[in-house]
């Protein structure tokens, strides 16, 4: 380089000679963000330190007065003060208590060991069979990938349930939504498809559910067979906001790992609205405005952050299929996060209470329902049928009232006397077992003779 150029200027050339050729520039001057604070004011979630200097995301532990450590979180700073958010619990906590910051980002240890395991936000096993011994570690928030370098999805995944393999057909690398409000029957769901689903890995987040629907969900809704290729993540809902997110990022973390040794991997997500709560929980505190229903817009930012994590990887990767269960508060499918959910997912399947009222489960709602890939994953005859059956629930749901009270007269429309004559059978192919399967092909051969079947 010219020597007659001043430093500033090379320097600045080179820089952007740098992010030119796609290369993050190296920091001009390294900091070093290891200074210790004191603590000041503990309010409500909100912790807030003096004296220390750390990046927003960074973590820290504050001592308490047995000489213990509360983990914490940097979630935010306004002037000298530095607010946090704990990850544990924070009784003991004293003022002018050390704020000492942890070196190193957050990173996740991950392995094959974790196959059959139930752990927690933080990676602390709570299945008591021992300690895990794990020799990789990803990125708590992910990589981003480029997504022209993304496989596109071209190929099914076959679920187990016969309704969604037939009529609702999932992708690899699809991200759908399972809407549904409380008691119709999505935990079933989710654990049906976990024991039949054919990918190769399930990674389970059960993320702010109640306690003891964690062991059922384990023990009973899972089931051993379940259990042997799946990780389950469960942060109960009695733990604080952080540690909440931090469970649904480690749960996509996981899945991220095995996708990247190749494997097909199936995510189930409980719940995206819980994992939204939280979020809201810690904007509030340090000061966010509220928005729509009290949700502040870093919630509506990190939902897409989290489900854009998931999908199919760069060419020669797996994938991750996920399903993220939105909870429509008093069976309310437009509220925000449903609202918001929608447009950033590939589809969704609605479970509804009037089905499940009615004695038919899995609850699925076909019409409500739609897979944003089908085109790409099915053939012209097999979209031929699922539009056929679609044509007759809205015939039949048309006239479902007169049909009630005797008032419809056969003969008036030929496609509601169809719908008529071949609701018994459709009620009965769209019901399943919760012990039984359904794999892709018989509910492919299964829905053919629906509809060839003379009535």
């Known amino acids: ?49 003096v004296g220390c200097e750390m990046p927003l995301g960074a973590n820290a532990r504050i001592e308490t007065h047995a000489g213990d450590w509360v983990d914490a979180e940097v979630v935010g ?32 240890a991950v392995g094959e060991a974790l196959l059959g395991r139930v752990i927690d936000g933080e990676g602390v096993p709570l299945d008591g069979r021992g300690e895990l011994r794990l020799d990789a570690a990803v990125k708590l928030t992910g990589t981003p990938i480029n997504p022209l ?34 008691g119709v029957g999505k935990s079933t769901l989710l654990g049906m498809m976990t024991r039949y689903t054919s990918a190769d890995v399930v990674v389970v987040g059960l993320i702010g559910e109640r306690g003891r629907e964690v062991r059922d969900f384990v023990e009973n809704t ?7 290729r799946a990780v389950v993540v469960a942060t109960p809902a009695d733990r604080p906001p952080l540690a909440r997110l931090h469970g649904a990022y480690r749960a996509t973390a996981i899945a991220e790992y095995f996708r990247d ?20 929980e810690i904007g509030l505190s340090v000061g966010e405005p509220p928005t729509t229903r009290g949700y502040p817009p870093s919630v509506f930012a990190r939902l897409p952050q989290l489900v854009e994590r998931a999908g199919n990887g760069s060419m020669g990767q797996g994938s991750i299929t996920a399903f993220y269960t939105v909870l429509t508060e008093g069976d309310d499918v437009h509220e925000p996060i449903s609202d918001a959910s929608r447009a950033i997912l590939d589809g969704h399947v609605v479970l509804s209470r009037a089905v499940a009222e009615g004695g038919r489960y899995p609850a699925i709602d076909v019409e409500a329902s739609v897979s944003r890939v089908v085109t790409d994953i099915t053939d012209a005859k097999w979209r031929t049928r699922i539009a056929e059956v679609r044509q007759l629930m809205a015939a039949y749901s048309s006239h479902k009232d007169l049909i009630a009270i005797g008032a419809y007269q056969k003969g008036s429309d030929p496609r509601v006397d169809e719908a008529l004559r071949r609701w018994p059978a459709l009620m009965r192919f769209l019901g399943q077992d919760v012990n039984d399967a359904a794999d892709i092909a018989s509910s492919r051969a299964a829905l053919d003779e629906l509809l060839a079947r003379e009535v």
């Open 149 to 182: 370098q993304r496989e596109p999805i071209h190929q099914s995944l076959d679920v187990g349930v016969r309704a969604i393999n037939a009529l609702i057909p999932i992708g690899r690398g699809q991200r759908v939504g399972l809407f549904a409000g409380s």
């Open 261 to 280: 040794q190749g494997k097909n991997v199936l995510l189930l997500m409980d719940s995206l609205t819980r994992f939204a709560q939280a979020q809201r």
């Open 77 to 108: 700073f306004a002037g000298d003060r530095t607010f946090l958010m704990p990850s544990t619990e924070v009784q003991g906590l004293l003022p002018n208590a050390r704020v000492v910051p942890m070196a190193g980002e957050g990173l996740v």
């Open 222 to 228: 899972l089931g051993q067979m379940g259990l042997n």
């Open 1 to 49: 380089m010219n020597a007659a150029v001043p430093v500033g200027l090379q320097a600045r050339n080179r820089r952007l000679a740098t992010r030119l050729n796609g290369r993050l520039p190296e920091p001009l001057y390294a900091r070093e963000f290891l200074r210790e604070g004191v603590l000041k004011r503990v309010v409500g979630l909100t912790i807030e330190a």
